[in-house]
Antibody, heavy 119, light 107 residues
Framework: EVQLVQSGAEVKKPGESLRISCRGS????????IGWVRQMPGRGLEWVGI????????RYSPSFQGQVIISVDKSISTAYLQWSTLKASDTAIYFC????????????WGKGTTVTVSS | EMVLTQSPGTLSLSPGDRATVSCRAS???????FAWYQQKVGQAPRLLIY???SRATGVPDRFSGSGSGTDFSLTISGLEPQDFAVYYC?????????FGQGTKLEI
């Protein structure tokens, strides 16, 4: 079964750092890009960025450029989204999703990681 | 910057009705780069339509998509109880993905 398994919920304080993960299974990990999508409480979907596990080529939404880092370890089929300095406004659910090469949609989604940033 | 505007914001219908959700882009979109997703409460989004009109694997044929240029639509014929959810359009262009703000389909 094709799956994206995301790491568990996190509760952090403002100023702390964080890295969440997304592990792919049931398919060839390097044949699909992995994207990240934010959903703030009660709000819609926002595209954060995307990475190609084959060569680590990464693209960011201008809204998130410089705010987060997307990385990948293809040896363990895992993509990451990290923050060096969290803010309360980073509180949201973060979904990872798979994008097939040569296509421009997300066909498989993880269940989401809830990140809560509060003092 | 590309902006996708969905209408209506909320759609109130009954099971058996026909639902139409519209998505207007601020610039022309390549239809091959356009998709629709469904999100139920507490769940991840689910791909419904890609390439503007192709149904994803396992999506019932009561779901259909159409459109080109700047105007796209999602139609659900014969609403089932499980179809009441939030629907998002999405496009790709200039190495960026953009989502619409969502349309809530409520009973």
């Amino acid at each position: 079964e094709v799956q994206l398994v995301q790491s568990g919920a996190e509760v952090k304080k403002p100023g702390e750092s964080l890295r969440i993960s997304c592990r792919g299974s049931g398919y060839s990990f390097t044949n699909y890009w992995i994207g990240w999508v934010r959903q703030m409480p009660g709000r819609g979907l926002e595209w954060v960025g995307i990475i190609n596990p084959a060569d680590s080529e990464t693209r960011y939404s201008p809204s998130f450029q410089g705010q987060v880092i997307i990385s990948v370890d293809k040896s363990i089929s895992t993509a990451y989204l990290q923050w060096s300095t969290l803010k309360a406004s980073d509180t949201a659910i973060y979904f990872c999703a798979r994008r097939p090469n040569f296509y421009f949609y997300m066909d498989v989604w993880g269940k989401g990681t809830t990140v809560t940033v509060s003092s | 910057e590309m902006v996708l505007t969905q209408s209506p914001g909320t759609l109130s219908l009954s099971p058996g009705d026909r639902a139409t959700v519209s998505c207007r882009a601020s610039q022309p979109v390549n239809a091959q780069y356009f998709a629709w997703y469904q999100q139920k409460v507490g769940q991840a989004p689910r791909l419904l339509i890609y390439g503007a009109s192709s149904r994803a694997t396992g999506v019932p044929d009561r779901f259909s998509g159409s459109g080109s240029g700047t105007d796209f639509s999602l139609t659900i014929s014969g609403l089932e109880p499980q179809d009441f959810a939030v629907y998002y359009c999405q496009q790709y262009g200039s190495s960026q993905w953009t989502f619409g703000q969502g349309t809530k389909l409520e009973i």
